[in-house]
């Protein structure tokens, strides 16, 4: 069983940077593709970044590719999500997801789930 939990959402203006991290505890994330999804209100998940077990493959959503960047630190068991160029529609619950070697970006293919953190962009 793998927990994910992450943390650095926050508030922050339109152009700014917010730094999001995911640490998993209960086995270690070597073998797991990673991804990141987010939930606006009243809107469905939606993909976001995923990155592959090596983290050497990085896949992303059209409306964030140029201005987030997902990595790994596989020896800190830990995942990020650098967003910069924050607009007002990137806010949302974002939450970080885990699965089994090959990284996907759809959501019922990850097997588990962090509770998410709060991204608020203001205008």
């Known amino acids: 069983q793998v927990q994910l939990v992450e943390s650095g959402g926050g508030l922050v203006q339109a152009g700014g940077s917010l730094r999001l991290s995911c640490a998993a505890s209960?086995?270690?994330?070597?073998?797991?593709?990673m991804g990141w999804f987010r939930q606006a209100p009243g809107k469905e998940r939606e993909f976001v970044a995923a990155?592959?077990?090596?983290?050497?493959?990085?896949y992303y959503a059209d409306s964030v590719k140029g201005r987030f960047t997902i990595s790994r630190d596989n020896a800190k068991n830990t995942v990020y999500l650098q967003m910069n160029s924050l607009k007002p529609e990137d806010t949302a619950v974002y939450y970080c997801?885990?699965?089994?070697?090959?990284?996907?970006?759809?959501?019922?293919?990850?097997?588990?789930w962090g509770q998410g953190t709060q991204v608020t962009v203001s205008p």
């Open positions: 997801a885990g699965r089994p070697q090959t990284y996907s970006d759809y959501a019922e293919r990850y097997d588990y």
């Open positions: 990155i592959s077990w090596s983290g050497r493959n990085t």
């Open positions: 209960g086995r270690t994330l070597n073998s797991y593709a």
